[in-house]
């Protein structure tokens, strides 16, 4: 089945460090990959997504690009933010049947200090 | 820009009463979802529904719970004699036609006492 493997968190920086979140996935298929962002008392935003393989997906300067060799999927940003503390989910969305089911990573929380 | 919105934002019942969580989902979409987060763990899939009917649901979705579209707009989930275990973050997500991606609602925090 498909699985999404993240890092361990929670991630501590100092604001204008760079980021990484490493995100690996298993699927049999050619999913799609998305990671999502939860601020604090807040549901799920759709970050970036990448629907093939070599896409990158960007958006309020985090990046992450799909590699089908390494399958993973990982989240950088060059300078992050005490506004950017939140918990980040990578997930993978196949087709099954007449829907699309993401499979979530167990989330990587985001601890950035002034 | 449209937006999935959920309520209650917290709801609070006793164990074995029926609950009716509630979302309205992004206008035009047309498949949807009901997601649970269990405090501090992943996000999990629990069942979609298009056409008027479930389309997938997973192994967490027993018999205690059901969706419903009543109308044109509302999308519930209805869970008939809650257990503690019940408690966690009940997300709603929408989708519309062509699209993989889904957009989800700010949640419902559920407490079984």
């Known amino acids: 089945g498909n699985s999404v493997t993240q890092m361990e968190g929670p991630v501590t920086l100092s604001e204008e460090a760079f980021l990484t979140i490493n995100c690996t996935y298993t699927?049999?298929?050619?999913?799609?990959l998305f990671w999502y962002v939860q601020y604090p008392g807040e549901g799920l935003q759709l970050l970036l997504k990448?629907?093939?393989?070599?896409d990158k997906g960007s958006n309020k300067g985090f990046e992450a690009t799909y590699r089908k060799e390494t399958t993973s999927f990982h989240l950088e940003k060059g300078s992050v933010q005490v506004s950017d503390s939140a918990v980040y989910f990578c997930?993978?969305?196949?087709?099954?049947?007449?829907?699309?089911?993401?499979?979530f990573g167990r989330g990587t929380s985001l601890i950035v200090h002034p | 820009e449209p937006e999935v919105t959920q309520t209650p934002s917290h709801q609070v019942t006793q164990m074995g009463q029926e609950v009716i969580l509630r979302c309205v989902p992004i206008?035009?979409?047309?498949?949807f979802y009901w997601y649970r987060q269990i405090l501090g763990q992943k996000v999990e899939f629990l069942v979609s529904?298009?056409?008027?009917?479930?389309?997938?649901k997973s192994e967490i979705f027993d018999d205690q719970f059901s969706v419903e579209r009543p109308d044109g707009s509302n999308f519930t989930l209805k869970i008939r004699s809650t257990k503690l275990e019940d408690s966690a973050m009940y997300f709603c997500?929408?989708?519309?036609?062509?699209?993989?991606?889904?957009?989800f609602g700010p949640g419902t925090r559920l407490t079984v006492l």
């Open positions: 699927a049999t298929g050619y999913p799609s």
């Open positions: 997930a993978l969305s196949d087709r099954i049947g007449g829907s699309y089911i993401p499979t």
């Open positions: 206008s035009n979409h047309l498949y």
């Open positions: 529904f298009y056409n008027n009917e479930i389309s997938e």
């Open positions: 990448a629907t093939k393989a070599d």
């Open positions: 997500a929408s989708q519309g036609e062509g699209t993989d991606t889904q957009y």
